[in-house]
């Protein structure tokens, strides 16, 4: 392996060089560094170390394994020159790798940007509501008309109905508005199709002028509450003639 003399050597035997006055200065200079007399061919004192070569562009030293060593840059100017090349690449790597976290930045910015959009909301399909079936109760007539009667007389009447819906109907109660009107119903339920019948007590006892008492069904169909009146007017004897 080729070696470099130092710097700050050759430098120190430049000045001596150019100092000496003539060629006895010279090797008497040359002498005091353990030189050769022959500026051409400097050679370390040493047996064995070999001449330099003439040309004087390449100068060839000799380690002390005997090795030749060529004197060329000095090794300073290479180590810097080699130190700034690997400073400038240096330089160009962290200047990609800037840009490409820069890019990398930007990349993710927008991908950000993007998802954040509300997701649209897909309609939610609604499960069809299936009818369950029912019953209804249907009459032939709501209101009976009695007419005239006097006090204490009593009227009877049955009111019919058909279920014209698609279950059976159950008649659950019979409500009314006084004491004096008494309601039967069955107990039994009612198919799709059949007829069935309210039966009506009234008693006029105590009882003058218009009258129209009211029953209230409730059953198990729909509607589920149904209204049926008897209608009439009790009068006296007097008012009678």
Do not use: W
């Not at 394994?65 to 700034?84: C, D, Q, S, T």
């Not at 009976?144 to 009111?159: A, L, S, V």
Request: hydrophobic share 35%; glycine share 6%; charged share 30%.
């Amino acid at each position: 392996m080729r070696k470099f003399i130092p710097f700050s050597i050759l430098l120190s035997m430049a000045l001596l060089l150019l100092s000496c006055q003539n060629d006895s200065e010279t090797k008497q200079a040359a002498k005091s560094l353990s030189l050769d007399s022959d500026p051409k061919a400097i050679t370390i004192s040493n047996p064995s170390e070999e001449e330099l070569p003439a040309d004087g562009n390449t100068l060839e030293l000799v380690d002390e394994e005997g090795n030749p060593e060529a004197l060329g840059e000095p090794e300073l100017i290479e180590f810097y020159v080699e130190e700034k090349k690997k400073e400038e690449k240096a330089k160009k790597e962290a200047a990609k790798t800037d840009k490409k976290a820069k890019g990398a930045e930007k990349a993710e910015e927008s991908k950000v940007a993007v998802n954040t959009k509300p997701a649209e909301k897909k309609p939610v399909k609604k499960k069809p509501v299936v009818k369950k079936a029912m019953a209804k109760m249907t009459f032939d007539e709501t209101v009976f008309q009695f007419g005239r009667i006097k006090p204490g007389e009593i009227i009877e009447h049955k009111f019919e109905f058909t279920n014209t819906g698609k279950a059976d109907l159950l008649v659950k109660d019979a409500k009314v508005t006084c004491g004096c009107t008494h309601p039967s119903y069955p107990f039994i339920p009612i198919k799709p199709g059949e007829k069935g019948y309210i039966g009506v007590r009234y008693d006029s006892s105590g009882k003058l002028g218009s009258q129209k008492p009211q029953i209230t069904l409730i059953t198990n169909g729909s509607p589920s509450t149904i209204k049926i009146y008897l209608e009439g007017l009790v009068i006296g004897e007097m008012a009678k003639q």
